[in-house]
């Protein structure tokens, strides 16, 4: 299934209706097989793609997303209500996953320093995960919401089996939001 949404990522493609169906019936087994495996090197490649948004997108409309990351379930659908967040959580999150992938391709002179400066990156895949974390501590009934998605990240790059120097990466970056 992970591989499934690496060829998402990589071609920019949908899934059928019938396979999005086929793996959502599959979830159960599909939670227990990953129980079992380290995941961070098959979610790297996900990451790494220059679609990852829709792959994750794809993920979250099957209900993978969920699956692979209990912290991600309570922001499915959460309202914030403050200046930043015209859409829920879980989209807010999604939608800056595509701008920074548009980014690239951006022709406008005043975003071209920042699609310089992500030209630089060589392993995209922890800066993704991190925007993937960035504003889960906002479903934390109270505290501050970047130190509640840094301990939330952290425990799902323990589970996933994470290399420690792409955990200090995450973690600067939610840090610093």
């Known amino acids: ?5 690496e060829f998402v ?4 493609l949908r899934l059928a209706q019938e396979t999005e169906r086929r ?7 599909l939670r227990e097989a990953w129980a079992a495996m380290p995941l961070w090197p098959a979610l790297a490649a996900i ?5 990852a948004s829709l792959a994750l997108r794809v993920m979250q409309d099957t209900g993978l997303l969920g699956e692979l990351f209990p912290e991600w379930q309570p922001a499915e659908c959460l309202v914030i209500r403050d200046f930043f967040h015209r859409y829920t959580v879980d989209e807010h999150t999604l939608r800056a996953l595509e701008a920074l992938e548009a980014l690239r391709a951006s022709r406008d002179p005043a975003r071209r320093p920042f699609a ?3 030209s630089e990156i060589g392993e ?13 501590g906002k479903a934390a009934p109270d505290g501050p919401h970047v130190a ?30």
């Open 1 to 5: 299934a992970l591989r499934l949404f």
């Open 9 to 12: 990522g990589r071609h920019g």
């Open 23 to 29: 793996l959502i019936e599959r979830l159960p087994e």
């Open 47 to 51: 990451l790494a793609q220059p679609n």
């Open 116 to 118: 310089d400066l992500l």
């Open 124 to 136: 995209p895949a922890p800066l993704r995960f991190a925007l993937l974390f960035h504003d889960l």
């Open 148 to 177: 509640e998605s840094v301990r939330l990240a952290q425990a799902a790059m323990e589970r996933i089996g994470m290399p420690e120097d792409a955990r200090r990466t995450v973690r600067a970056l939610i840090e610093h939001h």
